[in-house]
């Protein structure tokens, strides 16, 4: 009896403790992928009774109960205007590529920083128990947790990797650990290191020499009285990473970086009614086909649309296409929409391949519901999801810029045919779904973990101070160096003179004798 109202009353203190915390949310980089990695987690937030501001690009139409929408969707001009010139980000060197980002960065987070909406809120007097930051070529946005004097949690949108791991002093040694923009599996040969490690450093370089300073110059302008931007960057409770074992294999993290990838998969929602009798209707199996927000229809070269129209319409599978233009029917086996619910058709026990450019969002819900994948990767982080996926034998991999008739018909049949994919599909979903709790629910505890104890530096090491030689020990290693070769330097010269002078005091000896 007085246990259990005990029990009721730690119940009642903790719900009250983590509960109606006041909860700042900023994702407002105008991408939808980037918008949903957010939205996934404040809704729940909401649900659980937190009361949260959410800097926005996509406000809701219905509103949500206990959840504010703070609009920046002015921003989707400017943001839309810079990523235009994404074509030839394929043609571009690594820095430039890097460079090219950092260029987004700016002109996303002055946006953000002018936003009326923005400096409505910061100049309010309203207060925050936490604020929840995607990470994403916008460090000065940091400051946000600073104005309200409460800790700072991340979320990057994509794994650990060169980008955010400076944020925990993240431990990834290129021997073992690939980069995120390459190819490369965890066993590399000689040369794999190498080129592995080259681009880890020229991305160190460039984040620490022109990412971080140009957002510090940023930070200046805006806000003049602002304390150093490191102060503020290297101060986060927590960081959450979109990665997961079953995807991207094992690698170390610090005790503050959390892994929850694939908490962005929402529960299945029963599909619409025709929609529904499309997919039970095909006892041969579907084929989903999506290249996300990537290929606008204007883009997609005549050839390899042509490519993939005769493909599809020799396949005894029905397809689902998304695709934004409205196309004559090409073949009763093909239907084509501009929308589809992703997730809820990947759910559908008759889909039997995904076709997807292999974002990390359609790639991760594909191996939720274990479909194999026949990847057609454009650029940047793609690629090596399409690579980590093939190498765990759940996806085939075919470069959008080689898809022709052949290879598009060649692979897309040994996907459907080869039971090998689907088996290894499922393989790996189970790994993904074997935890001890559900991703979104390993978020929110971390999240209220935050809040209970106001902050989480006893979760930070002491990495996070040091400079980059003394994390690297070089400062340790240059010490011993000069000591061995002062000694031995020492030793040799000692060891001259005493020959010298032992020689002259044979000779000193022979001239008094
Ligand atoms: C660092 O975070 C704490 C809360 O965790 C906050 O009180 C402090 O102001 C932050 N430091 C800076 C420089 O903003
Ligand atoms: C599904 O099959 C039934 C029976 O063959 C047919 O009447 C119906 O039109 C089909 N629906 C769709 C959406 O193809
Ligand atoms: C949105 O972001 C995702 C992930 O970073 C990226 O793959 C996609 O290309 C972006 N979409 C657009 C239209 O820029």
Avoid at 136 to 154: G, I, Q
Wanted: contains cysteine.
């Amino acid at each position: 009896m007085n246990l259990s109202i005990i029990s009721l009353f730690l119940f009642l203190l903790f719900s009250f403790l983590a509960d109606g915390a006041r909860i700042l949310a900023v994702f407002s980089f105008c991408n939808h992928s980037h918008f949903w990695l957010g939205f996934r987690l404040v809704q729940e937030l909401a649900k659980r009774g937190h009361e949260v501001t959410f800097i926005n690009c996509f406000p809701q139409k219905t509103p949500i109960k206990n959840l504010r929408d703070v609009s920046v969707a002015e921003t989707k001009d400017a943001i839309k205007e810079k990523l235009s010139e994404l074509v030839d980000f394929g043609q571009k060197s690594y820095w430039g590529q890097l460079e090219f980002m950092n260029e987004v960065g700016i002109i996303y987070t002055k946006e953000v920083f002018s936003s009326p909406n923005v400096q409505n809120l910061l100049q309010s007097n309203e207060e925050f128990d936490l604020v929840l930051l995607e990470h994403f070529m916008n460090d000065a946005m940091v400051y946000f947790h600073h104005r309200f004097n409460c800790p700072l949690v991340f979320s990057a949108p994509g794994p650990s990797s060169v980008l955010n791991n400076h944020l925990s002093a993240n431990f990834a040694p290129p021997s073992y650990v690939p980069n995120l923009l390459s190819d490369h599996d965890s066993k590399m040969d000689f040369w794999e290191r190498l080129t592995n490690t080259y681009l880890d450093v020229v991305g160190g370089i460039n984040i620490h020499y022109s990412a971080i300073p140009n957002q510090a110059a940023l930070l200046k302008e805006f806000f003049p009285t602002a304390p150093p931007l490191d102060d503020m960057l290297y101060n986060a409770s927590l960081i959450f990473t979109s990665s997961h074992v079953s995807l991207y294999g094992p690698a170390p993290s610090q005790q503050n970086v959390k892994q929850i990838g694939g908490y962005h998969v929402p529960p299945v929602n029963p599909l619409p009614k025709e929609m529904k009798e499309f997919l039970d209707n095909a006892t041969e199996g579907v084929v989903i086909f999506s290249m996300g927000s990537n290929l606008q229809a204007s883009h997609f070269e005549e050839d390899k649309k042509n490519a993939i129209f005769k493909t599809f319409s020799k396949l005894k599978q029905k397809v689902l296409w998304k695709f934004e233009i409205n196309y004559p029917e090409i073949s009763n086996n093909v239907k084509i929409l501009s929308w589809i619910p992703q997730n809820d058709v990947l759910a559908h026990p008759n889909v039997v391949a995904f076709i997807s450019h292999g974002g990390l969002l359609g790639t991760m819900e594909a191996l939720n519901h274990g479909v194999p994948i026949l990847g057609l990767p454009v650029y940047w982080d793609q690629m090596k999801n399409i690579a980590d996926a093939a190498r765990r034998g759940f996806a085939l991999r075919l470069d959008y810029k080689n898809l022709n008739e052949h290879n598009f018909q060649r692979l897309l049949t040994e996907i459907l045919t080869d039971a090998n994919y689907r088996q290894s599909a499922k393989k790996q979903s189970r790994i993904f779904h074997d935890q001890p709790v559900k991703q979104i629910d390993e978020a929110m505890f971390w999240l209220e973990y935050v809040i209970r104890h106001k902050g989480a530096p006893h979760l930070m090491t002491a990495a996070i101070k040091l400079k980059w030689y003394q994390l690297h020990l070089l400062d340790i290693y240059l010490f011993i160096a000069t000591i061995m070769s002062v000694s031995v330097f020492i030793i040799y010269i000692t060891a001259k003179k005493y020959s010298i002078s032992s020689g002259e005091k044979i000779d000193l000896r022979n001239k008094t004798k």
